[in-house]
């Protein structure tokens, strides 16, 4: 599946959700987690809390999603200097942390 591209999307509900710390996950995604290699798509933000409808998920307050060019460019993000940072700046915060990695066209 080398030759496909990958969606690496992943939603953070947070123990402070405040504002401040919701812009401050965001501004580390940013800084840590956009300009890898073989990054072909990237966005952060917070959850679209206008939204409400029985069929939209409202347990977490920041989302993220990175397209790579394909699975080794994953795999390479994963065990990456920056990565790391970003999960050692941000871990404690995290009360849950859910990952959907999904092979795109």
């Known amino acids: 599946m080398d030759d496909q591209n990958l969606s690496h999307a992943v939603y953070f509900t947070l ?3 405040s504002a401040t710390a919701v812009e401050n996950l ?3 995604c940013y800084t840590y987690l956009k300009d890898h290699p073989g990054v072909i798509y990237f966005s952060a933000g917070r959850m679209v809390t206008e939204h409400n ?6 347990d977490f307050q920041v989302g993220f999603q990175v397209v790579f060019k394909n699975k080794s460019y994953h795999d390479q993000y ?11 700046r941000n871990k404690d915060n995290w009360a849950l942390v859910r990952i959907f990695d999904t092979y795109v066209r």
């Open 78 to 88: 994963q065990v990456a200097e920056e990565h790391k940072v970003f999960l050692d």
């Open 26 to 28: 965001i501004e580390d």
């Open 15 to 17: 123990k402070d959700s």
């Open 53 to 58: 409808r029985d069929v939209n998920v409202t």
